[in-house]
């Protein structure tokens, strides 16, 4: 099963030659995004030994949903009930109906930053918007889910790293309309400071 590591711009890949398939065309096994030449060679043998003894399949034959599903397996003994129970709605409910089907190796980070926008102009129910903190929860269980899958050697970089997440809204105090000058710190017993602790005017001494 030959292999070959070469130069990408600023980083390096490797391509795992696999044989022709049933149509007579030629299948590879290609990661890209290795920061050196050995970290590629590295994990171009390891990939090699993987694919020999069959426990590698070729990213290109595996989509999203089914690698989910396989994630959710291996990493459930490794988490708290509530966080893997979290972890498998975000995917089922927002990511799955949507990207179920895309090839797992032709995620982009903008396949992903599109999903963000979508979920926050209707991903909810009944087509409502979805908070930004809830899109958040999202990116960061996918990230999770993909960074493994670049340790395990599925993926040779990370997709959610640089795709666009909705920023966090600013937690605005009680009865604040957005424009208006905020509201001036609350003193004892919740006056301004100006009325707090105010010294009594000093008496004239009258002349003796």
């Known amino acids: 099963m030959a292999g070959s590591v070469t130069r990408q711009g600023t980083t390096w890949q490797y391509v795992v030659d696999l044989g022709i398939d049933g149509n007579g065309r030629r299948r590879q096994y290609r990661r890209r995004g290795y920061a050196t030449k050995k970290a590629a060679q590295t994990a171009m043998i390891e990939a090699q030994s993987l694919l020999l003894r069959g426990e590698l399949a070729n990213p290109g034959e595996r989509n999203l949903a089914q690698y ?20 498998r709605n975000c995917l089922n409910l927002y990511v799955l109906p949507r990207l179920g089907g895309v090839q797992l190796a032709l995620l982009t980070p903008l396949t992903l930053s599109s999903l963000y926008a979508e979920l926050l102009r209707s991903g909810g129910r009944q087509g409502r918007a979805l908070s930004p903190t809830t899109v958040r929860s999202v990116h960061g269980v996918l990230r999770k889910a993909l960074n493994d899958a670049v340790q395990w050697g599925l993926l040779g970089t990370n997709p959610a790293l640089p795709a666009s997440v909705p920023k966090r809204r600013p937690v605005q105090p009680r009865g604040w309309a957005p424009g ?6 609350a003193g004892a017993r919740g006056q301004p400071p100006a009325a707090r602790a105010a010294p009594p005017p000093q008496m004239a001494s009258s002349p003796r």
């Open 180 to 185: 208006a000058p905020p509201p001036p710190a």
């Open 68 to 87: 989910v599903q396989h994630w959710l397996e291996a990493v459930q003994a490794s988490l708290e009930p509530a966080a893997w129970t979290n972890c």
